[in-house]
């Protein structure tokens, strides 16, 4: 057999977790799927989102979010929002959320695991200069387009910060 398929690493697989799954995620998701495509390392992940809220399930990303995502050659359209559950830790080797309040939500969720969930934050991932004091990427929801533009923006620091990340800590 070919060393080739063999010695093809397992994907990480990875989740951003916001509120609603309909602006800050999914964006954090399109990101890094169109960061690890221009990288040639799409085979090395699995990318997703979900959110700790239910009032969206199945809705598509926000148009709002669509269109700030599009004007940066990302395509949300086949979005479609999800609430996070606990077995997502398992189905998940990474679980980052994008602000404080949705990492709370985790942890507690995941004390029910027997085994120690790889939970972070989103923002530390984000270069220093363009994250502030602030450790929330802020909820764009009641927002105007301004604030997407700083949550794509955001979210490209952040998401080349941890791909970094992750890639310095698998040693890929
Ligand atoms: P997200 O934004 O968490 O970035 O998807 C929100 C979307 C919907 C709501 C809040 C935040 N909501 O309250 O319905």
């Known amino acids: 057999m070919s060393g080739h398929a063999a010695s093809a690493p397992t994907p990480i697989r990875l989740c951003f977790v916001c509120l609603g799954n309909i602006c800050r995620s999914p964006i954090a998701e399109g990101v890094f799927g169109e960061l690890v495509r221009r990288r040639g390392l799409h085979a090395r992940f699995v990318v997703a989102s979900a959110g700790t809220g239910d009032w969206h399930v199945g809705h598509p990303a926000d148009r709002r979010a669509i269109a700030a995502a599009a004007a940066r050659g ?39 695991l027997p085994t120690p969930a790889d939970l972070r934050l989103f923002m530390p991932y984000v270069d220093a200069a363009a994250r502030g004091e602030s450790l929330d990427v802020p909820d764009p929801y009641y927002g105007g387009p301004e604030d997407f533009e700083r949550v794509l923006d955001l979210c490209e620091s952040g998401c080349a910060g941890l791909l970094d990340a992750l890639l310095a800590e698998r040693r890929l």
């Open 74 to 112: 990302i395509d949300l359209r086949a979005h479609r929002a999800r609430q996070f559950r606990v077995d997502d830790f398992a189905r998940f080797d990474v679980v980052v959320a994008m602000d404080r309040s949705n990492h709370a939500v985790l942890q507690r969720l995941a004390r029910r």
